[in-house]
Structures are given as C-alpha cells and as structure tokens.
C-alpha cells in the first residue's frame, strides 16, 4: 500500500480526489528458509475524495482486524476498510472512522503509523516522537498517545510516553535524540511488542539530517514493558536512507520471520529546488537472530510503500440479496 504524500492527489480528476495503489504479490520459502517474491503486474488503485487540508489517502499501514482488512490515513486520521469488486480482481476503500489527535481534543487528524491486534482489541499508534518546531522546541506530544478499537467500534486512548521512552532509550536516542516508528505488532506467540523503528538517532531532529537516519535496528518488548532486547538485523547494504514502514510475521513461521518495507524519501526536504525521489524495498530475516532471509527486493513502482500485510486479495465477497 502506498502513501505517495503530496502525491497522492490525483491530477487526471476533476474534482478533488486523492489516491493511493495496491501492490499484490506472492512470497515463496525454499528448503534453505530463504524466500523469494513475485509480484502482480498491474497494481490497484484506491481512490477517496476525503481529505484534510488538501491531503488525503497518504495510507501508512495495512492490518487485517475483525476479519476486515483496515488501512490508516496519516493525514486524515481516517480508518478505511478495503472492500473488493464482486469479481475479486480490483479493490476500492469506504472511511469507517475519523479519529483525531492526541487525547482527541483536537480537529487534526491523527497522524497514523502502525496498527496491530492484541487480545481482540486493534491498538493504532503514530510515529512516537514529539512534533518539535524549528529551533527543536517541543510543539506537542500528540503523537505519542495510542488508541484502541474494540470490535463494537469503542475507542480509548492512551498516553504512551513511557513505552516510547523505554524504547528509545534501549536505542541510546535518548533526548534530544529521537526514534521514528512505523512498524509495531505485538506476537502472541513470542509474547512481545516487536518494534521495528524506521529512524533512529542520538542527536536532536534536524529535517535535512533526518531521511539519512534509517535503522536496521528491531526492539523486543515484554508485555509488562519492563524488559527489551535489541536484534540487529544483519543487512547486506547498510543505506541509511532506507528504514522500515511496515512489517508482518509469516504465516506458519511462528512469528519468527517477517516480511518487511523499506522506504526512502530522498532530497524531499530542502526547497522547490528539490526533486523528492521515492522508492521502496521487500525484505525478509529472523525476528530472534536478525538473520536476513530474502535480501532487499526493489519494487519497480518508484512510489512509497507503508503497508504490508498477508490477505487473499482475489476473494470474492459473499453475494447479498
């Protein structure tokens, strides 16, 4: 799934519209453990006219919940479902719920990241870092609360400082350092929150220093948040404009593999002089070992993946009369 950011307004429609596409592939396992990916040759386009402030469908994860497949708007705020055509062969999105910032007391738009299910509840979360003005005041700390939504459609929030913290100081990014996330899910299997951060540094946010600060690094967090163990995950290429958006266990793997996203956004600060480069990667390795176990698969479509998840996008929905 895509979040093309600014890109994702859809210039060949009249009215205001916005946009985002949908990547199908199948991932194989060889007798070595090692996997191979094939992808679908035309892409999926979801298209919405919601939006907030001109910006809309910038979609930053993708999770199955209540056996619906659910993708997040990190502009709107929005919680879409992802429906499919009666023939099973293309997809389109409805918005189920508009959620806002923070302790919700607010018109902005959560800033959405990750998504992940834990005993029955869906727990959404955000990037984990403080909004910091220029001079690295701190604006706000909306973005280090969570939210969780039950089946019936209850929302509670939570004030998630101090999981975040934990987390960033396991990273030696304590303040004025900071950790990105946008890729955490909890395993029931392992009993641990697995945080897989896309940035990380020990020196305090500096937007053009920032697209540089990729990580490779993944935190295992005990479910009473009293423990963590970091895992380095062994990457051939080391490029610290790559950093992981989104991340899912393999079927059947017990939860000890991940198929992972790696994204870049390069020259995407700096002025109009600028010409943003997006792209995106497919990896797989070891939770437990960092072992890498499909090394780094560049998807064609020069555009932002933030989405990742293992559905059977070809079914057909049930006929209704």
Request: glycine share 8%; aromatic share 10%.
């Amino acid at each position: 799934m895509t979040d093309l950011d600014e890109l994702s307004r859809n210039k060949e429609s009249q009215k205001p519209e916005w946009l985002s596409h949908l990547l199908l592939g199948t991932i194989k396992r060889g007798a070595d453990n090692k996997y191979t990916i094939d992808f679908e040759p035309q892409m999926r386009t979801l298209k919405t006219k919601h939006n907030e402030a001109g910006r809309g469908a910038e979609f930053s994860e993708l999770t199955v919940y209540d056996n619906r497949l659910l993708t997040f708007d990190d502009r709107t705020g929005d919680v879409f479902e992802i429906l499919n055509t009666p023939d099973g062969e293309d997809s389109f999105v409805v918005p189920r719920f508009v959620i806002t910032e923070g302790s919700g007391d607010t018109d902005k738009g959560m800033k959405w990241e990750w998504a992940t299910v834990k005993d029955g509840l869906l727990y959404m979360g955000s990037m984990g870092k403080e909004y910091t003005r220029p001079d690295g005041s701190i604006a706000n700390t909306n973005n280090l609360w969570i939210a969780t939504l039950d089946g019936e459609g209850v929302l509670m929030r939570y004030d998630w400082s101090n999981v975040y913290n934990l987390v960033r100081d396991a990273l030696g990014a304590t303040s004025p350092g900071y950790v990105i996330h946008e890729s955490v899910n909890w395993s029931p299997l392992l009993k641990k929150l697995v945080f897989l951060p896309r940035r990380v540094s020990a020196e305090a946010y500096d937007e053009n220093k920032d697209e540089r600060n990729g990580s490779n690094k993944l935190v295992l967090v005990s479910e009473d948040f009293k423990t963590t163990e970091i895992v380095e995950i062994k990457m051939a290429d080391k490029d610290g404009l790559h950093g992981f958006s989104s991340f899912a266990f393999v079927p059947n793997s017990g939860d000890k593999h991940a198929l992972a996203l790696r994204s870049v956004e390069e020259d995407c600060v700096g002025g109009d002089d600028m010409i943003c480069k997006q792209r995106a990667y497919v990896v797989a390795f070891h939770v437990l070992t960092g072992e890498v176990l499909m090394d780094e698969v560049e998807i064609a479509a020069k555009e932002k993946f933030e989405g990742i998840e293992f559905v059977n996008a070809h079914v057909k929905p049930p006929v209704t009369h």
